[in-house]
């Protein structure tokens, strides 16, 4: 066999089986249901508006230009349409092209920082693919899952090859780019500190620290002027208040601790992803031997001098941001300087360690990423996607090591995996005693009674792979990422039996949809709209945010009869201009009017949804009886009426 067709088949044998499995076992829960609220919604809702509107250069949602996000994504969901026509089908199989890439990208780079350790490079994507947040997080049609495909090639452009010692810097600065276009200003923080802590493990890097600097910042300037040759045009095109916010606001309100009107700005205390960190990196947190690994491989003795005071210091401050969390809630400066208290000194203490370049660059990334992203105010656990690559390419190193140096541990099978199997033996146990209990014991929890009928088939489930993880031996490892990919996807069909019809928005988004069509106005009473019945319904006319309450915003002026929708209207101003129109209403129990006078009532999450007539509720409103509707009341889902006897 030629030398490059035996490297294509080597290549290929390596994706074997952690991509096929991982691709079915993706693809499956992808489509059990339809795109997620909100998240999966609102994205498809900016691409349909974009597409069906024909702007192409500014992301709109509900009509207005959407500053929150730049472009990209919705490119490349536009490009499948073209293709195909407009559908959800293609957005998903992006998701899980993503998640592939994703997986393929993680095993090179492993491969790159750990040469001399093969069994990293394998291991990295079976570790990856276990972790049962990222694997439902990738479900959903966000941003996130291609900014970790650009982050991981961006590193990986940095790192030596076995022919090539310097960076790839064009390349390195296109990724930026792409990842700029993808999710913007926080893609930088991602790849930055691996970059400028470059000489601590890359040798090459060392010996060339003015070309290491100046090509790489030279490959900063060409990923910013990439997204600056579409933010620019795009500033111009959408407006005074778009520019202002796409260049200053929406960024700035996410670093700094303030609320700023309809921005996105999720504040949260410094110690939210340490607190978060062992869901985040689930079922690897319940690995004992990768947990004893970790900190055998990052602190070998004999110490350097200094080492033990160092770490005393980081461990009162974890124990001080503990107590903080806690309940004694400290200052947010307070907690921040103790976060900086414990991260700091770990990071120094680890960086005079003798590690080897990789476990040093894995240090010099993750440590500096999980202090900037604790301290800037806008938290959300997605954010620090990217790193769990860097976690389990920690983790497999670790074990690695573990096997090398201290063999009686690393077969020891007290650090086996099995908390992980008594937890799913228990979670068993449970959904085993569900039918039994919830019907008379928690017959208004409206998750275990969705649940409930189904919970025994997906027991079964869980006593098997709690008996995978009991056995000993060699595959320790792809035992424990099969049975946390697994598990995580069997939980995912049992939400999808036993909770989905309360998510499912497309009964609701037809009847809009027709009705938009017709060219009934339709307005969003009480809650903020965020795009969820655009993209199944197929609206071209945005929905009015309507005020509670009368009067609780400046009206609009008495002049205007031009019929337009006007955002802050009271439900009455609304009825009186849109006498045709709809509003979209919700409540925690739908009102017992609401079955003899509403056009469509379905469950939303915890509360429910209704349509209704404007003029019927507004009158309902101000305690006059409307006229008889012409049609019954809607009730969807079908079989969860029929199924169901409801007080009206």
């Not at 903080?324 to 770990?346: I, R």
Request: positive net charge; contains cysteine.
């Amino acid at each position: 066999m030629p030398n490059s067709a035996y490297i294509r088949s080597e290549h290929l044998r390596a994706l074997w089986p952690w991509l096929p499995l991982w691709s079915a076992m993706a693809l499956l829960a992808i489509f059990s249901h339809g795109p997620m609220p909100m998240f999966s919604t609102r994205t498809l809702a900016v691409a349909w508006e974009m597409w069906a509107h024909g702007h192409w250069l500014v992301p709109h949602i509900n009509g207005e230009p959407y500053s929150e996000k730049v472009p990209l994504l919705f490119w490349m969901i536009h490009a499948g349409w073209a293709v195909f026509g407009v559908n959800d089908v293609w957005p998903r199989v992006l998701e899980v092209i993503f998640g592939g890439a994703q997986l393929v990208l993680a095993s090179v780079l492993a491969s790159r920082l750990f040469p001399t350790r093969p069994w990293v490079a394998k291991a990295t994507p079976w570790l990856l693919m276990a972790f049962a947040y990222a694997f439902l997080f990738g479900l959903q049609i966000m941003y996130e899952v291609l900014l970790v495909v650009w982050v991981l090639a961006a590193l990986l452009c940095l790192t030596p090859t076995t022919t090539r010692a310097e960076p790839r810097w064009w390349l390195f600065g296109l990724m930026i780019g792409l990842g700029l276009l993808t999710k913007g200003p926080v893609m930088a923080v991602h790849v930055l500190f691996p970059f400028l802590l470059g000489p601590l493990w890359n040798p090459w890097a060392r010996e060339n620290r003015a070309r290491w600097y100046g090509f790489g910042l030279l490959g900063l300037l060409l990923g910013f002027a990439i997204l600056l040759a579409w933010a620019i045009p795009a500033g111009e095109a959408g407006g005074e208040a778009y520019r202002q916010r796409l260049f200053f606001t929406q960024t700035a309100g996410r670093v700094v601790d303030r609320q700023t009107h309809d921005l996105q700005n999720h504040a949260r205390p410094a110690w939210y992803y340490l607190i978060f960190l062992p869901v985040i990196v689930f079922p690897l947190s319940g690995w004992l031997r990768g947990i004893v690994a970790v900190p055998m491989t990052l602190f070998r003795r004999p110490w350097p001098a200094g080492t033990g005071a160092t770490l005393i210091v980081a461990g009162a401050a974890l124990a001080l941001l503990l107590v903080s969390a806690a309940g004694a809630h400290f200052n947010a400066h307070v907690d921040q300087l103790l976060l900086v208290l414990v991260l700091v000194p770990l990071f120094v203490a680890l960086v005079r360690q003798p590690l080897e370049p990789g476990l040093t660059f894995l240090v010099a990334w993750l440590l500096p990423a999980l202090l900037t992203f604790s301290l800037i105010s806008g938290k959300q656990l997605y954010y620090v996607l990217p790193e769990l690559a860097g976690v389990t390419m920690l983790v497999a190193a670790a074990v690695a090591d573990l096997r090398e140096r201290h063999k009686g541990l690393a077969a020891n099978y007290a650090l086996g995996t099995w908390p992980l199997s008594l937890g799913a033996f228990l979670l068993a146990i449970v959904l085993f005693a569900m039918p039994s209990v919830v019907p008379t014991r928690f017959p208004d929890n409206i998750w275990l009674t969705g649940m409930a009928p189904f919970s025994r088939f997906f027991g079964v489930i869980f006593v098997v792979l709690g008996a995978l993880l009991l056995l000993r031996g060699r595959g320790e490892m792809r035992r424990l990422a099969f049975a946390g990919l697994i598990g995580t996807a069997a939980l995912n069909a049992l939400f999808t039996l036993g909770l989905w019809y309360r998510y499912d928005l497309t009964p609701a988004s037809t009847f809009l949809g027709q009705a938009d069509a017709a060219g009934h106005p339709i307005a969003n009473l009480g809650n903020e709209y965020n795009g969820q019945y655009h993209f199944a319904g197929r609206l071209m006319h945005p929905i009015a945010r309507l005020n509670e309450l009368p009067g609780a915003a400046p009206q609009a002026d008495e002049d205007d009869d031009s019929g337009a929708i006007h955002d802050g209207d009271s439900l009455d101003d609304f009825a009186k201009r849109h006498p045709d129109g709809l509003v979209v209403s919700y409540a925690k129990h739908p009102p017992a009017n609401a079955f003899r006078f509403a056009r469509l009532i379905q469950p939303s999450r915890t509360s429910w949804m209704m349509i209704w007539d404007a003029t019927t509720l507004n009158a309902l409103h101000n305690d006059r009886l409307p006229p008889e509707p012409k049609q019954p009341t809607l009730l969807y889902p079908q079989d969860y009426w029929r199924t169901r006897t409801a007080v009206r």
